[in-house]
């Protein structure tokens, strides 16, 4: 809790916004570029398939949301989840199911970003971010296109013929994708990951996805995990969506904000934010800090 007379000296500087953890307390820290983890940067595919290119797969752009998380992560941070004992089960392909959960703000966006950084050194992945600014990021339709644009640039990369048929089949049943429908791409998305070694799929803030379309989703990644031995889902969202699949694994981010690696990437972010106000004292430095640090873990 924060007394009246803190609440008084905060109430001088510049608003501030956490973005991370903005549900920390009630100040917020101004946007500004933070180090990004690591130099290089997921490209989108530039294989275009064929007939002609992927572009009639028309598909909503995860990368947007993957470059701007990235942009904001705090060098050092999320480690702890990628040291957890369930991630590296289900990395190493021991649990097929791996289900994030935490309040909104608690960083959930920026740990699915880190998963993303780490499989794409050596692994088939495939990611969505669902999105309420974005329209076209809210619905069924949205990420069913978007997983199968990006598994088929992988198979036509992989130079497959089984796959360029199938690709080729649903574009002449489409009518040039003029008619694409949900159930012919899950369809084809099925066929073209079972013709790959192992997949990852990521998929961030399920909990955006429009209620009446979470079920579709859900009994997609069962299919999926039930037909394909070779398919490995880790999905983010807030607490309340029902997590009583029997095939996922639960880590709770409320339940483990005063663990020490959730604690530390607290403070490295709230550091490098206040880092950036050289108009404050350390003394108000400090006591905001504080404050952030010691709501964000429930005190």
Not at 246 to 269: C, R, T, W
Request: aromatic content about 8%; overall charge negative; some cysteine.
């Amino acid at each position: 809790m924060t007394d009246n007379s803190a609440e008084n000296n905060l109430s001088k500087p510049p608003s501030l916004e956490i973005g991370m953890f903005n549900q920390a307390s009630q100040f917020t820290i101004t946007q500004s570029p933070i180090t990004v983890i690591g130099s290089n940067q997921i490209n989108q595919s530039n294989v275009v398939g064929s007939p002609k290119d992927l572009k009639w797969i028309n598909a909503p752009n995860p990368f947007e949301n993957f470059y701007s998380a990235e942009q904001k992560i705090v060098q050092g941070t999320g480690t702890w989840l990628l040291e957890h004992r369930l991630f590296q089960e289900w990395k190493t392909g021991m649990s097929p199911f791996l289900w994030l959960q935490g309040k909104a703000g608690s960083g959930k966006t920026f740990l699915c970003t880190n998963v993303i950084k780490t499989l794409r050194k050596d692994s088939v992945f495939l990611y969505y971010y669902f999105d309420t600014r974005d329209k076209a990021k809210v619905d069924y339709s949205g990420i069913v296109s978007s997983l199968l644009q990006q598994v088929a640039a992988e198979a036509i990369r992989q130079n497959s013929k089984n796959a360029y048929n199938a690709i080729h089949q649903l574009y002449i049943n489409s009518k040039e994708g003029k008619f694409l429908i949900p159930e012919d791409m899950e369809s084809t998305l099925l066929d073209l990951m079972a013709m790959m070694d192992a997949v990852y799929i990521i998929i961030d803030a399920l909990d955006e996805c429009a209620e009446e379309d979470q079920g579709k989703l859900l009994a997609l990644v069962d299919t999926l995990l039930t037909k394909l031995k070779n398919c490995f889902v880790f999905v983010s969202s807030r607490p309340h969506i029902n997590t009583t699949h029997n095939k996922a694994e639960i880590i709770s981010l409320d339940k483990q904000m005063s663990d020490v690696g959730i604690s530390s990437d607290i403070k490295k972010y709230v550091d490098t934010k206040l880092q950036k106000q050289h108009a404050w004292s350390p003394e108000l430095k400090a006591e905001i800090k504080d404050t952030l640090v010691n709501s964000a873990n429930g005190q």
